[in-house]
């Protein structure tokens, strides 16, 4: 088991396959201009296996692959393959934008991908061309549909709320009542001004008054509103609050990395897609694990693990700005 210098057990690697991405989010990628990472600086898939055998050695149970796009990626369903099959991993998990889905879903879950979060902000047609620029919201739902039809369980939806897009949180919230969708509503990050969305520490909603919405809404509409799921809350729930509403398929949850801290509940180390180890989201302190996958021991990948851990904070400070954007570190 790996303990960091606080305490907390670390048990989750979050890997970036890539930073390359077939959509362009406002929030987490220039329009034009991207700073893209080198071919030959970007971890090679039996580099990122070794690194998993290493850190599950070592006590690091899950896994969730994530970017840029994973699923653009050439080799992806392999490599999935490949660390499903590590002795002490037991969870392996993606986070997509879902428009891949349709066309490899199938081959993911035969090659052992245990769950998948799919980010979906809204159920505007418009708007989510607008967010993602130029995405289509029809092919993430097909994706949605693949995912269930497929097996994946549990498939969670991620939405990032920002206060001035004004989405339409409860419409959203209903898409788990029908089916077994986890609905997750996470507080918008702002990360630096670099992206020109404009946004800013204003346009995060705390999950309270997202709740008290969706409940006020509810009420209007002459719904029941959301109670209080903690029992029926999915697998790897991570650091989310769950509810339902009455008899609903499935949960919503409420992640708040700013106006709740569930630092201290931290299990993860993160690692980008150029091979940085990364302690914490919010502080650009990076070790290199690529040298030392490329030229060193199994010993000495260990070893920078083990810096990076001794190197977690013990909460992030409500220090928010980043020199990378989401993609490049792996949200
Ligand atoms: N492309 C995949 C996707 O969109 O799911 C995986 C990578 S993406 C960087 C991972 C998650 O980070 C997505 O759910 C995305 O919405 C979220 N994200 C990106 N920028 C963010 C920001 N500034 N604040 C909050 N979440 C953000
Ligand atoms: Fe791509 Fe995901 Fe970033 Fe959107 S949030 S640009 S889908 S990496």
């Not at 077939?22 to 296996?49: A, D, S, T, W």
Request: proline content about 5%.
């Amino acid at each position: 088991m790996m303990r960091d210098g606080h305490g907390r057990a670390i048990d989750y690697l979050r890997i970036s396959l890539t930073d390359r991405c077939n959509f362009r989010c406002v929030y987490c990628m220039p329009e034009k201009g991207v700073n893209q990472i080198g071919h030959e600086e970007v971890l090679r898939m039996e580099e990122i296996e070794r690194l998993v055998r290493v850190a599950a050695s070592a006590g690091v149970r899950s896994v969730r692959l994530t970017g840029g796009e994973p699923l653009v990626r050439k080799g992806v369903v392999d490599l999935v393959d490949a660390i499903t099959d590590i002795p002490g991993i037991i969870n392996v998990s993606m986070t997509t934008n879902g428009v891949l889905l349709p066309a490899m879903a199938d081959r993911l879950k035969a090659a052992g991908l245990h769950r998948v979060n799919i980010s979906l902000d809204t159920l505007d047609p418009e708007q989510f061309t607008a967010i993602t620029r130029g995405g289509k919201l029809e092919d993430v739902l097909k994706g949605i549909d693949t995912a269930l039809e497929v097996g994946f369980n549990p498939v969670k939806i991620n939405a990032v709320v920002v206060r001035s897009l004004e989405q339409d949180y409860l419409e959203y919230a209903q898409l788990s009542v029908d089916r077994p969708l986890h609905v997750r509503f996470i507080e918008y990050m702002p990360m630096g001004d670099t992206l020109g969305t404009g946004w800013g520490k204003q346009d995060v909603v705390p999950n309270e008054e997202l709740f008290d919405i969706i409940n006020g809404r509810a009420a209007e509409a002459g719904l029941p509103g959301l109670e209080d799921a903690a029992e029926g809350k999915p697998l790897g729930w991570g650091p989310a609050r769950y509810f339902a509403f009455p008899n609903a398929q499935g949960t919503v949850g409420f992640i708040s990395p700013l106006s709740r801290h569930f630092c201290s509940e931290c299990n993860r180390l993160r690692v980008t897609a150029d091979g940085k180890i990364r302690p914490c989201l919010f502080s650009d302190t990076e070790y290199d694990v690529r040298d030392a996958l490329r030229t060193g021991t199994d010993a000495d990948v260990l070893a920078v693990l083990q810096e990076a851990l001794g190197a977690k904070p013990d909460e992030h400070h409500d220090r928010v700005g980043t020199e990378r954007g989401m993609s490049q570190i792996g949200g």
